[in-house]
């Protein structure tokens, strides 16, 4: 099949690569040259295990072709992805106005029948505007050509994309017409291991169902997030509990690890859109509204730690803080629990010993950018040095069984605290280190 995908931020590039690999012929367009010339160059805007292996693989091959002009690629095409950014608007709600530009353009170049498929995340009714904006502009040119327009969410998941693409547990697709089903049962086929997982719905229903995944993924980490805030002051231990839950088929273990809050480009946006969209309708959302409160406030729980070990005051103080990605294998750094640590920290007056392996340049020239309380460091252990205590904010594979002797070497405390439950307490005690991790009473030997 000939595919455009329109946009080449995260979902468009996975998405049009592996659309590429199975041996269909893709162009990816993009209006931003710099980003257009250096794909072509092989130079991959985002840090995703694989993809640039797939998409030099592919470029080479010719099946992976980059274009700033969408209407080269609508000429040849007859599938048109629409992989646009719905950037977080001021008032919470998903910003449509790139999804909109695309519309229109496809609208003015489209030089046969189309078929436009939604891979945004947009909400319920977006369908519907891009159908009446693309009209709009045939109506301008008095043509009469035809298209159909698609919902077909995506549900890839940073780190673990291009498996996500390749493999799908399942595609959904909303439609107004069998055709459009047919082009596109045809295009998922090789993707799917079993048809039952090509879920075909309405459009609006397709559309929700994103909204739907993401906020039910982030009900389940606030609700255990909320269960660790109660088992530090009862003195259960979170750790236990999960898999005490985890064990009943209908709870799962998927999905129930607490931590130092949600991040990323989906879930705390995701969710803010769909309180806004059920606020437009005149419906609150108060469970919604407090799986994000409760998001906002875990954010800040290893600060309460540090105070309550140091002080309020932590002028002279450094602490080494491991992981800025939102998550590991990522080097995408949007809302993540670090940036609220580390502004949070450093404006308590103390100074910052960073190290991560990928996201350190998105730091430095971004989200902490300008912040010259932080040092970034080249390696783990040297972000330890003469700090006063450890602070674990991702959990990279590298942070899993580091040398403990070495960290309490080079602490001047021997003080970890942990936003994402890695080690034992039973072990660090062992090695003289004080455990302040989450959803369990710290376990304390030393005191400051
Ligand atoms: C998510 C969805 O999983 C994916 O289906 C959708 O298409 C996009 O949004 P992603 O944002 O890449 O994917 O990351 P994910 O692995 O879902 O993690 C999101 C956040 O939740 C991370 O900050 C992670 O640390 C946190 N998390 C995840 C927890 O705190 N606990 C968990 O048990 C799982």
Known sequence: MKIAVIGTGYVG?????CFANMGNTVWCVDVDEKKIENLKRGI???YEPGLSEMVLNNFKQRNLNFTTKIQEA????????????????????????????????????????????????????????VYTRIQEELSKRESNLTFDVISNPEFLKEG????????????VIGINNEDAEEIMRELYKPYLMNTENFIVMDIASAEMTKYAANSMLATKISFMNEISNICERVGADINKIRKGIGSDKRIGYSFI???????????????????????????????????????????????????????????????????????????????????????????????????????????????????????????KYDALKGADALVLVTEWKEFRSPDFYEIKERLR??????????????????YGLDYYQIGVRPSVEVTA
């Open 13 to 17: 590039l996975v998405t049009g690569t």
């Open 44 to 46: 991959i805007p985002i």
């Open 74 to 129: 609508l000429e040849v095409c007859n599938i048109c992805f629409i992989a646009v950014g719905t950037p977080m608007g001021e008032d919470g709600s998903a910003d449509l106005h790139y999804v909109l530009d695309v519309a229109e353009s496809i609208g003015k170049y489209m030089s046969h029948h189309m078929y436009v498929v939604d891979k945004s995340t947009v909400p319920v009714g977006t369908a519907e505007k």
């Open 160 to 171: 673990n994309a291009i498996s996500d693409c390749m493999k799908p547990d399942r595609i």
């Open 257 to 379: 690890y607490p931590g130092c809050g949600y991040g990323g480009s989906c879930f705390p946006k995701d969710v803010k859109a769909l309180i806004k969209t059920a606020d437009e309708y005149g419906y609150g959302a108060p469970l919604l509204q407090s799986v994000e409160e409760v998001n906002n406030t875990q954010k800040l729980v290893l600060v309460e730690k540090v105070k309550q070990r140091f002080s309020t005051n932590l002028l002279g103080k450094v602490f080494a803080v491991w992981g800025l990605a939102f998550k590991p294998d990522t080097d995408d750094m949007r809302e993540s629990a670090a940036i609220t640590i580390i502004e949070e920290l450093t404006e308590l007056g103390a100074e910052i010993q960073a190290y991560d392996p990928k996201a350190m340049d998105e730091a430095r020239e971004c989200y902490l950018k300008g912040n010259e309380r932080v040092t970034y460091c080249e390696s």
């Open 413 to 430: 405390n021997p003080v970890i605290f942990d936003g994402r439950n890695q080690y034992s307490a039973k072990s660090l005690a062992k």
